[in-house]
């Protein structure tokens, strides 16, 4: 069954420091693997996109990572600010005869000051 | 540039009264369309997608339906809400040929179902 596992399902952290966010999955075949930002009441944004071959990817402050052959991503967060505070949402992607798409269930970020 | 619309952000219904959602998008042709519905804490959970006018492929059974009259419009519509309709209603477009079909999500609809 195609999946995709977050977590920590919510995380509190202090202005300024760092975090990283886990996303497992079990979708096949794989096509891609992205991060969206969802601010609270708005729709996602999308951070970042890979594919297969790649292994990480910058936005800013934002780094995405894909291990394909553990079949995990992360997102990690530098300097976190006070306007990340949002859900982040890892989607997945297969082609079988068609795209469709996963998503996960988000991890909630709430940093403080 | 592409842009989402959708309309109205907030609704307060009651029970068993019709529904009308709007969703138009801008500046590209023949997108994807696409209806998602977000409760509280919750994933996204796809309820319908349209590859072309009057194309329209349903995910999940419920008491909502969708249509597309025109290549750019996507209306999602019930014809007697339930409470459980409550929740976050996005719209999303993709390219028709886009190399990742990623999805371009639009701001959003709360509805609260009394």
């Known amino acids: 069954k195609n999946q995709v596992e977050q977590s920590p399902q919510s995380l509190i952290i202090l202005e300024g420091k760092n975090c990283t966010l886990q996303c497992n999955y079990t979708v096949s075949p794989f096509s891609n693997l992205r991060w969206y930002k969802q601010d609270t009441g708005r729709g996602p944004v999308s951070l970042t996109i890979m594919t297969f071959s790649e292994n990480t990817k910058s936005n800013g402050r934002y780094t995405a990572t894909l291990d394909a052959d553990t079949k995990q991503s992360s997102l990690h967060i530098t300097a976190s600010q006070l306007s990340d505070s949002a859900s982040y949402i890892c989607v997945v992607m297969t082609n079988t005869g068609g795209f469709k798409t996963i998503f996960g269930a988000g991890t909630r970020l709430f940093v403080k000051a | 540039s592409q842009t989402i619309h959708q309309w109205p952000a907030t609704l307060v219904q009651p029970v068993g009264s019709p529904l009308s959602l709007e969703c138009t998008v801008e500046?590209?042709?023949?997108?994807?369309l696409y209806w998602y519905r977000q409760a509280a804490g919750r994933g996204l959970q796809l309820l319908f997608y349209s590859v072309g006018i009057g194309q329209i492929s349903s995910e999940v059974p419920q008491n909502l339906s969708a249509s597309r009259p025109q290549d750019r419009q996507f209306i999602l519509s019930s014809k007697k809400l339930l409470l459980s309709d409550s929740g976050f209603y996005l719209c999303?477009?993709?390219?028709?040929?886009?190399?990742?079909?990623?999805?371009?999500f639009g701001p959003g609809t709360r509805l609260t179902v009394l």
């Open positions: 999303a477009w993709s390219p028709i040929r886009g190399a990742y079909n990623e999805q371009f």
């Open positions: 500046g590209t042709s023949n997108p994807n």
